[in-house]
């Protein structure tokens, strides 16, 4: 494993296939032992921000009071000019198979929500021992 390797690529995020090889790209081998929740940016040319922000040990069931608030904390920071991004994408991981459950669609669902007012608007993606995934809308339906 090179060490010195930079874990997010330089090249603009046009499609749904290149956000899903960001992150591919930065959570490498599949493989997680614990629930998190990644934040990545991309600036104005749509091109990642070498800043990732994971938030470890999520819940199975997501508050949707608290992910708002960091959400609402990521916003302000974007107004502070603290993190000058064009668009938040996420991703979650949980341990276990790539079977979407019902938890990791009311994630995807809050998640969808709080990123609704941003253009482009980017699908949420899944990361499981199986690899990553997009949760595409109609994955987002209960008891799909």
Known sequence: MD?????IPTTPIRTH?????LWEAIVGEPGFGRRTLWLSFL??????MKMILPF?????????TAVGRLFDC???????????????VVMFSRPGSGRIREDDRAWARALHELLADQT????????????????APDDLVVGA
Do not use: F
């Open 3 to 7: 060490t010195n390797r930079d874990p």
């Open 17 to 21: 296939h290149d956000l899903l090889a």
């Open 43 to 48: 600036d104005d040319d749509h091109r990642p």
């Open 56 to 64: 470890d040990d999520m819940p199975e069931s997501v508050d949707t």
């Open 74 to 88: 990521v916003k302000e920071a974007r107004v502070a000019g603290t993190i000058p991004y064009a668009s938040v």
């Open 120 to 135: 482009p608007r980017w699908p949420v993606h899944l990361a499981t021992d199986d690899g990553v995934v997009v949760l």
